[in-house]
């Protein structure tokens, strides 16, 4: 099987309180989808379960990649339940940007876990969704075929709920650097705590049940920008320059440092794209939300 492993932006992400008692904390985001992704190709057969894992890329360590350990989670459960095994091939042909905030790893592993209870069988829908809660706390929402989701916990428990209105086209430009999120939890609680009111992912769920982008402007959030703009300026300066160039709101994604744009026009996202890759960045997208949707959905 070949499949487009779609990654994510945060159209909020607010950070509930301190870590929970399991060292995680809980969130509340609107997680994305958007038409850039890896591309992977799952090869299964009768075997001795031996993943043959190969990447066009040198991103890291077979056993380090989400892909990889999806593979093996899988097969462990699937030995588990049919007393029998199998070989995967893997070819992971990098194409999302790593160290972005875009949860191409998690979307990564959720397309190989799909691929794999297609090809291999043995695994329930309930034990992949444990597999994928699992691997991380993104890799449910990419796993599922929602286009947005209202995401709680530590971002592993997903509702469907509306999406960009018709119309809206995106831009998403990473900076040179990327963000080392290590730590960057525990930088958000020594500086912030528990002190931040916690009203924008409720109020985005309404903004795109209107179809309204100006709404959906006045409530993107992202409380890890206020740690991570300060390590790296540069996600201001693109923020900035999209605005500049006709965004109708911009914010960064995730963790970092990508940064996305949100246009009412097609033609205003290419502009600004070209201005951008102008200003010497390399890694900038452009989308038309509504062709990818339908598209989405089509398959």
Known sequence: MNTTAYCKINLTLEILGTKRGDGFHDIKSVMHKIPLGDIIEVEANDGD???????????????????????QSYLEVFRKNTDKNADVRLHLTKVTPAGAGLGGGSADAAAVLDCMQTLVGGVSDDEVLALASALGSDVPFCLKRYMSAYCTGRGEICRNIDTLPEGTS?????????????????????????????????????????????????????????????????????????LEEGAVCSQMSGSGSAVFGLFDSHEAAEACAAALKSDGLTEVYSFDYADFEKMYKGE
């Not at 379960?49 to 593979?71: Q, W």
């Not at 290590?182 to 903004?207: F, L, P, S």
């Not at 959030?221 to 201001?236: A, G, K, S």
């Open 49 to 71: 379960g031996i993943i043959d894992f190969a990447c066009d890329s040198d991103v890291c360590e077979p056993c380090d990649n989400l892909a990889y350990r999806a593979a």
């Open 170 to 242: 995106l831009v998403v430009a990473k900076p040179k650097e990327s963000i080392n999120t290590k730590g960057i939890y525990g930088e958000y609680d020594k500086k912030y705590g528990d002190d931040y009111t916690k009203t924008d992912t409720d109020n985005m769920e309404k903004a795109l049940g209107e179809g309204d982008l100006k709404k959906i402007k006045l409530s993107l959030v992202n409380d890890f920008e206020l740690v991570c703009i300060p390590r790296l300026p540069e996600i201001e300066t693109i923020k900035r320059r999209m």
